[in-house]
């Protein structure tokens, strides 16, 4: 069975930091290039940050570059998204997406809820 599993979400102070993993099972995730997204509460859903398949490249939002980090450990077959100095404004569900580099092939994780307040 195809399945992305987000863990690591919480409740965190602002200031305060979580890593966010994405774990793959039933298929590889060398070749596909990893997303993390969120959505919060009344808005649509939109993307924070993503890694190229090998992990040679990256991009951020505005609204993250500089506090968080993505990578992948394509051996563990999973994903990671290091969020520092975190805001009240992070405060959303936070989706993994893997996206295949030939094949129309794309996952969605469940989420996982982070919260940022004092």
């Known amino acids: 069975q195809v399945q992305l599993v987000e863990s690591g979400g919480g409740l965190v102070q602002p200031g305060g930091s979580l890593r966010l993993s994405c774990a793959a099972s039933g298929f590889m995730l060398f070749n596909y290039r990893m997303s993390w997204y969120r959505q919060a509460p009344g808005k649509e859903r939109e993307l924070v940050a993503a890694i190229s398949s090998p992990g040679d490249m990256t991009n951020y939002s505005n609204s993250v570059k500089g506090r968080f980090t993505i990578s992948r450990d394509n051996a563990k077959n999973t994903v990671y998204l290091q969020m520092d100095s975190l805001k009240p404004e992070d405060t959303a569900v936070y989706y993994c997406?893997?996206?295949?580099?030939?094949?129309?092939?794309?996952?969605w994780g469940q989420g996982t809820q982070v919260t940022v307040s004092s």
């Open positions: 997406n893997a996206d295949h580099r030939w094949t129309s092939r794309n996952y």
